[in-house]
């Protein structure tokens, strides 16, 4: 069983949609949380990071940690065909001393117009 | 503020030949983390560099090694190269050894 569970899609929606993200995770041990997009044939690029349990803000985009059930989620409100990309999620637990990443293996999105 | 960056862009090498990657971290960054990512996978931690020093290693064999500079900069050695090493490899710098990472845009890497 992997550390970190993703559905890997594609999900397509139109534009305008609440687009669901998610992720599930075997591991308590996991403290800190992150969102990356990657578009394709890119580097990922960090969109939300959230440590506690509940919900963070940050313009149209939401990140929401449930500790107790394991489960991570990032809606995306508005969507728009700029948000057509890969959705990683990461999560970490600090190991002696440094930061090693376990990412779910990404969530296919296409926003069309 | 330059962000991090990697060369060479796309790599071409035969089985058995050994390839290096570079990264250069984003400024005021000490911490250099190298991460393999498959085609239609997520990146998979190979090792961290801190201060010059490696202080943490994925399940990557002793073939896979690195260097980090004193400007913090960092090389990826891969020797003997196998098909299977064909992927992405990305580098990520932060400011610290337990900070939020950063990602580069990759070397592509194939292996024939």
Redesign the interface.
């Known amino acids: 069983q992997k550390e970190?569970e993703?559905d890997?899609g594609p999900l397509s929606v139109p534009e305008g949609a609440i687009v669901s993200l998610n992720c599930t995770y075997s591991n308590s041990a996991f403290q800190y949380f992150?969102w990356?997009r990657q578009y394709s044939?890119?580097?990922?690029?960090?969109l939300m990071?959230t440590y506690s349990s509940g919900n963070k803000e940050d313009g149209r985009f939401t990140a929401q940690v449930d500790k107790s059930s394991k489960y991570i989620s990032l809606f995306i409100r508005d969507s728009q065909p700029s948000d057509s990309a890969t959705y990683?999620c990461?999560m970490t637990k600090?190991?002696?001393?440094?930061?090693?990443?376990?990412?779910?293996?990404?969530t296919r999105l296409a926003v069309h117009p | 503020e330059t962000g991090v960056t990697q060369s060479p862009t796309h790599l071409i090498k035969t089985r058995g030949q050994q390839v290096t990657l570079r990264c250069s971290s984003q400024s005021g960054h000490n911490t250099v983390s190298w991460y393999q990512q498959a085609l239609g996978q997520g990146p998979q931690f190979i090792f961290q560099y801190y201060r010059e020093e490696e202080n943490g290693r994925g399940n990557f064999p002793p073939r896979f090694s690195g260097l980090q500079f004193p400007n913090y900069s960092s090389e990826l050695n891969v020797n003997a190269l196998e098909l299977d090493d064909s992927a992405l490899y990305l580098c990520a710098s932060s400011s610290d050894n337990t900070d939020t990472q950063y990602f580069g845009p990759g070397t592509r890497l194939t292996v024939l």
């Open positions: 970190v993703q890997p992150m990356y044939r890119k580097g990922p690029e960090l990071y990683l990461a600090l190991s002696g001393g440094y930061n090693k990443l376990i990412f779910g293996a990404g």
